[in-house]
C-alpha cells in the first residue's frame, strides 16, 4: 500500500486544508490537473462535534461516521471525488482511526445533526458504547508504549482496535470512502494505534473503485502519520511494511537549512544519509497543518522568501513523495479557517494572478511552487547529476538532461557559468516567470551546445533560486 496511484507523470499532493468539496472539485478541474497536480489530501470527512469559534481542529474530534461536515455533506463529496478522478486528480483523506471526540460538557451536537455523550463514551450515531475504549488515562510519558497507544492522546477517547466490532467499523468506514473513489488515506495519530492492529484494518479494506479509473486489485495508498524525531519508542519503522510514513525530520531539517542554520552545501547527501525513511516510504513536506503553528525551526508562509527556496529544493531533490500545504493565513488567536458570519466557510477568490485573496494562502497557487511541481513532474525518473556548490549557501544540480536548479542563500551574488546538462537552447527560468504562448515573463537562460549556461541569482532577487526545465524552453 505504497503506491499513491498517480495518473500519468503527475507526481505531487497538495494539502487543500479546510476547503469546501465544491470548491476543490473546481479546483481539480481549474488548476491542478493542468497545472499537474497528483492529488489532493482533504481535511476529515466525518462528522465532528461543534466547538467554540470554529477552529480547525474540531475537526479532528469525530462523534459518527457521516460524511457531513463544514466542507460539505457526502453528495457533494461524491461529485469533487468523481470530477478529481475525471482529470486525473487523486484525493487523499484524512482519517481518524485513533478515537472520537474529546470531553465536552453534556450533550454534543455535532455537524451532521447527530448528538453523543463524549463524557461517557456513548456515540449512538455509529454506534459506540465505553466498551468500545480503552479504559481512560492520560499521555505523561511519550516513551512509554502502553501510555503513547493505549492512553487518551489529548483527551480523545481512545478506541480499542484489537477488538473486532471496532475494526469492523472502522473498515467499513475505508470502504465507503474507497466505492465512493478515494485513492487512499492519511492515517491521523497511526503511533497512538499498534501497528498489528493497523495492519488488519489495512490489509482487509478493499480494493480501489475500478469506476473510477483505477486498476484492477490496486491498493489504497497510504501514509501514517507517525511523528519520530529519532527517539522514540514507537518508531516509524514499526509501520512503514504498511505503507508510507510521515518523514517529519525531512521537515524540520530543510527548515533548518533555508532558515541559514546549516549551510545548502551539505544537501548534497540529502536523503537517508541524514536518517530519513527510504525515499519511497517517505511522505514528505516542508511544512504540515500542525508543525506550521508550532514556531519551531519549521517554514512557512510566514517566510515567504525562504520556504518557496525550501520548497524548491523539496521539489527538485529526488528524494520523497511529495506533499504541498496549502494554508489559510492563522495568528495565535485566529484558528479557524476563513468563515462568515453564520460561521460557514467561504470560496477561495482569485486575484488577476491566480493568487488566494480573501484568507485563503494558497501556497500551491504561487508561481514559484506551481512551477517546481511541474518541474518535478517534467524530471521524474532521473537522477541527480553534477552537484555544484561554493563551499557555502549557493548551490545547482542538474536531474537528468531534463531540468537544472540554483539556490542562493548567501548575502551575494551567484554569478556562475554552469553545467545545466541541458539541450542546447533558451530556457525560461520557471521561477521568476512563466512561459506564455512561446515567450518568458521572467529571466531566461542560454544553454550553449555543451550544456553550459550563465547563471545569475542576486543577493536581493526577490527569489532565491532558479529553475530550467525541458518543458520550459523557448
Ligand atoms: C484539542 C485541544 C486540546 C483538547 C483536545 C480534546 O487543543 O487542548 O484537549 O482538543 O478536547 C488536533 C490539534 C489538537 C486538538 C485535536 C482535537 O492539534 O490541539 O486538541 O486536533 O481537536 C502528537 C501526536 C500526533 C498529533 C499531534 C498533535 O503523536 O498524532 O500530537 N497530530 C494529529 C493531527 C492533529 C490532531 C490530532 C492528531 C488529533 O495532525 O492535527 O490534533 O486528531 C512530540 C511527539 C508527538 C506529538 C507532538 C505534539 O513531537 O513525539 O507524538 O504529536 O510532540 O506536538
Ligand atoms: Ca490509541
Not at 483505477?214 to 529519532?230: L, T
Not at 508510507?244 to 540529502?270: H, M, P
Not at 516567470?433 to 515567450?439: P, R, Y
Request: with cysteine.
Amino acid at each position: 500500500q505504497h503506491n499513491p496511484q498517480w495518473w500519468g507523470n503527475r507526481n505531487t499532493i497538495v494539502h487543500l486544508f479546510e476547503w469546501k468539496w465544491d470548491d476543490i472539485a473546481k479546483e481539480c478541474e481549474d488548476f491542478l490537473a493542468p497545472h499537474g497536480y497528483a492529488g489532493v489530501q482533504v481535511s476529515p470527512v466525518a462528522e465532528n462535534i461543534i466547538s467554540e469559534g470554529r477552529p480547525w481542529w474540531e475537526r479532528y474530534q469525530p462523534i459518527s461516521y457521516k460524511l457531513v461536515t463544514r466542507s460539505g455533506n457526502e453528495l457533494e463529496f461524491a461529485s469533487m471525488v468523481r470530477r478529481c478522478n475525471d482529470v486525473g486528480v487523486r484525493i487523499y483523506v484524512d482519517v481518524l482511526l485513533n478515537h472520537m471526540s474529546g470531553d465536552f460538557e453534556g450533550t454534543a451536537h455535532g455537524t451532521g445533526g447527530s448528538v453523543a455523550e463524549p463524557r461517557t463514551k456513548s456515540f449512538p450515531a455509529v454506534p459506540y458504547t465505553a466498551n468500545d475504549f480503552h479504559p481512560s488515562c492520560e499521555i505523561y510519558d511519550w516513551n512509554d508504549r502502553f501510555q503513547v497507544q493505549q492512553c487518551e492522546l489529548v483527551g480523545l477517547k481512545d478506541l480499542d482496535q484489537s477488538s473486532d466490532y471496532v475494526r469492523t467499523q472502522l473498515i467499513e468506514v475505508l470502504d465507503h470512502l474507497i466505492t465512493l473513489g478515494v485513492a487512499g488515506f492519511r492515517v491521523d495519530a497511526a503511533k497512538h494505534m499498534a501497528a498489528d492492529d493497523l495492519d488488519y484494518i489495512f490489509s482487509n479494506m478493499r480494493d480501489l473503485n475500478t469506476d473510477h479509473g483505477f486498476p484492477k486489485n490496486a491498493r489504497p495508498f497510504i501514509y501514517q502519520e507517525v511523528i519520530d524525531h529519532g527517539h522514540e519508542t514507537v518508531s516509524r519503522d514499526e509501520y512503514t511494511s504498511l505503507g508510507a510514513v510521515t518523514e517529519f525530520r525531512f521537515s524540520e531539517e530543510i527548515g533548518k537549512a533555508f532558515r541559514g542554520n546549516n549551510a545548502l552545501k551539505w544537501l548534497q547527501s540529502w536523503g537517508t544519509a541524514w536518517g530519513f525513511l527510504p525515499s519511497e516510504q517517505a511522505l514528505t513536506f516542508v511544512d504540515n497543518h500542525d508543525n506550521q503553528r508550532d514556531g519551531g525551526q519549521g517554514l512557512n508562509y510566514k517566510s515567504p522568501r525562504q520556504y518557496k527556496m525550501a520548497t524548491a529544493f523539496h521539489l527538485a531533490f529526488p528524494y520523497g513523495i511529495s506533499q504541498v500545504m496549502s494554508s489559510f493565513g492563522f495568528d495565535d488567536r485566529d484558528q479557524a479557517p476563513p468563515q462568515d458570519a453564520q460561521e460557514r466557510i467561504i470560496s477561495p477568490e482569485f486575484d488577476a494572478d491566480g493568487g488566494c485573496t480573501n484568507g485563503w494562502i494558497c501556497e500551491h497557487r504561487w508561481r514559484q511552487i506551481y512551477n517546481m511541481v511541474a518541474f518535478k513532474n517534467a524530471v521524474r525518473g532521473t537522477e541527480l547529476s553534477n552537484w555544484w556548490d561554493n563551499g557555502d549557501n549557493q548551490i545547482a544540480f542538474c536531474r537528468g538532461n531534463k531540468g537544472f536548479v540554483a539556490f542562493n542563500n548567501n548575502l551575494y551574488d551567484l554569478s556562475q557559468t554552469l553545467q545545466t546538462c541541458l539541450p542546447a537552447g533558451e530556457y525560461c527560468d520557471v521561477i521568476s516567470g512563466n512561459l506564455v504562448n512561446g515567450a518568458c515573463t521572467g529571466n531566461t537562460v542560454n544553454v550553449d551546445d555543451n550544456g553550459y549556461g550563465y547563471i545569475h541569482i542576486g543577493a536581493e532577487d526577490f527569489d532565491g533560486v532558479l529553475a530550467l526545465h525541458v518543458d520550459a524552453r523557448l
